[in-house]
């Protein structure tokens, strides 16, 4: 079946410029993540989303940084006046419900210039 | 707060031989999870393997498997008969079961290189 789908797969952006990334989940998953990647390191947690409403948005860096759920499946990351500190890969995950295993779309490559 | 540390940013291996990547991990939660991921250049990550913190035996899935020493905080990958396609980077991360999701807190990677 379709996996977790990520668009765009790439961004080129510049320095001050608003910029949204897309995330399609597993049909039918209630739960949704979003990860950010910097060269050289682990993914770090953003925001969780279970349906709707984001049950936990401690790790999104800043007030420039906002997601969106509305409809309980697409999920939609918003950068406002970007910075080159935002150039990363954001991978998005969901799951059945929460507690159960986190399945990985192919990343969107942010590059802020 | 938990962490997860990977000592290794790189090993090397022949093919068909085994390897350990190395995983300790900090907590002082009595109930967790660790999971290894697989990373290809492809950016995806890929789920190996999980280990339950009450879980009594070491976790397997083919040619994976998961040296868990409680007492010493450390959740070892061994991958057995290496293959050229295991060549990836591969991270290890941990959850806790009582935060009622599955929030991953990944280490910095060990990036393998199977050699023919």
């Known amino acids: 079946g379709a996996g977790v789908s990520q668009t765009p797969s790439n961004k080129v952006t510049e320095k001050g410029k608003y910029v949204e990334l897309r995330c399609d989940p597993i049909s039918g998953h209630t739960a949704l993540y979003w990860y950010r990647q910097s060269l050289g390191q682990g993914p770090e947690f953003l925001i969780y989303?279970?349906?709707?409403?984001?049950?936990?948005d401690s790790g999104l860096p800043n007030d420039r940084f906002f997601a969106v759920r509305p409809e309980g499946s697409v999920s939609t990351l918003k950068i406002q006046r970007t910075e080159r500190g935002d150039s990363a890969v954001y991978l998005c995950?969901?799951?059945?419900?929460?507690?159960?295993?986190?399945?990985f779309g192919p990343g969107t490559r942010l590059t802020v210039t | 707060a938990q962490k997860i540390t990977q000592t290794q940013p790189g090993m090397f291996v022949q093919e068909k031989e085994a390897v350990t990547l190395d995983c300790t991990y900090d907590t002082s939660d009595q109930s967790y999870g660790l999971f290894w991921y697989k990373q290809p250049s492809s950016g995806e990550m890929i789920f190996l393997i999980y280990?339950?913190?009450?879980?009594?035996q070491n976790a397997t899935e083919g040619r994976y498997s998961l040296n868990f020493q409680k007492a010493r905080k450390s959740a070892n990958l061994v991958i057995s008969a290496s293959q050229l396609g295991d060549s990836a980077m591969y991270f290890c991360a941990m959850i806790l079961m009582n935060t009622g999701f599955q929030k991953l807190v990944f280490g910095t990677g060990t990036r393998l290189l199977v050699s023919p």
């Open positions: 995950a969901s799951s059945l419900r929460g507690l159960d295993e986190q399945y």
């Open positions: 280990q339950g913190s009450y879980d009594e």
């Open positions: 989303f279970q349906g709707t409403g984001a049950a936990d």
